[in-house]
């Protein structure tokens, strides 16, 4: 009975990679199918079309070695996407009092669709207390299929201060 159960388990995952299940594992790709950089893109295109964003030269993103962030291409449309790490945060504030920095959170799958948030703060550093300031403003959830092993936009919704 025992190698009877050692033989069932060892062989069940070969069983279970051909009936054709879907994997949705895009997030280390370093292409357009990457979810974040997907839903960069949606973010983007979405503010050039509704609100006051005509032009946008870059975006800063906080860098994330969890969400695979280091994946996402460097540019969307005209906008260049920049990856920053938190001691480069540091160097910028020097130049500028604040900056727009978004974060990224993990995909999320609910009611069989999967999101993705993103939130914009703006970041600044407080000399004195030695200590990043971080002031939330907009954030965008932005869903997806997924079908035929690839991502389909449904939708982006946001909320703002």
């Avoid at 069983?15 to 997907?38: E, L, M, P, W």
């Avoid at 910028?92 to 939130?119: D, T």
């Amino acid at each position: 009975m025992r190698l009877f159960t050692i033989t069932l388990c060892s062989l069940l995952p070969l069983f279970c990679v051909q009936c054709g299940a879907q994997i949705a594992d895009n997030t280390s790709r370093h292409n357009t199918k990457n979810i974040y950089y997907q839903t960069m893109s949606h973010v983007v295109e979405f503010e050039v079309a509704n609100r006051a964003w005509r032009h946008c030269d870059s975006l800063f993103i906080e860098s994330d070695p969890w969400l695979r962030t280091d994946s996402i291409l460097g540019k969307t449309g005209n906008t260049d996407l920049v990856m920053l790490e938190r001691e480069q945060l540091h160097k910028i504030g020097r130049k500028k009092k604040k900056v727009e920095l978004f974060r990224l959170f993990p995909m999320q799958f609910e009611n069989g669709e999967f999101s993705v948030s993103c939130v914009l703060y703006y970041v600044s550093y407080d000399r004195k207390k030695r200590t990043y300031l971080y002031e939330k403003s907009d954030g965008y959830v932005v869903f997806f299929s997924f079908d035929n092993y690839q991502f389909k936009f449904l939708r982006i919704n946001t909320w703002g201060i």
